[in-house]
């Protein structure tokens, strides 16, 4: 057996589990990335100071940004309100369909219109 596959079965999630687990994780680590970029743009120092507006220990957030603990939907909600976000969960999958979607409007000769109240009938209109 070669190097490389000994490490695969060594590192790699092998069981259903395992791979959820894992999953789980990465999708984590990916939000908590996104978050300390929110802090900066918030001007949120630290995690201390993050879990004093969340009312929360700073021990939670440490344990959420170790990936000790896994992020719910009620600690997604505190966010929302104290930091003035807004979730939605949206799918790669959805994502990329959305995008073709678009891309093929354009490609037919559509352009993008900008919705405001008095223009809510169509977001793309034929021509230039």
Same mark, same amino acid.
């Not at 395992?18 to 970029?37: G, Y």
């Not at 879990?51 to 344990?63: D, F, H, M, R, V």
């Not at 169509?122 to 021509?127: F, I, R, V």
């Given at each position: $057996? ?23 994780? $990465? ?102």
């Amino acid at each position: $057996m070669d190097t490389n596959r000994k490490f695969q079965e060594i590192l790699l999630p092998s069981s259903r589990d395992e791979k959820l687990d894992f999953e789980a994780q $990465m999708i984590q680590q990916d939000f908590i990335a996104r978050l300390t970029e929110i802090m900066k743009f918030k001007g949120i120092k630290s995690k201390k100071e993050l879990a004093g507006l969340l009312e929360t220990s700073p021990s939670y957030i440490t344990q959420l940004f170790s990936g000790e603990k896994l992020i719910n939907l009620k600690f997604l909600a505190k966010l929302q309100n104290i930091l003035g976000l807004h979730y939605s969960i949206v799918s790669d999958q959805y994502g990329r369909l959305r995008k073709s979607f678009y891309g093929n409007l354009l490609n037919k000769g559509y352009r993008e219109v900008k919705l405001s109240s008095k223009n809510i009938q169509s977001t793309y209109k034929k021509g230039a």
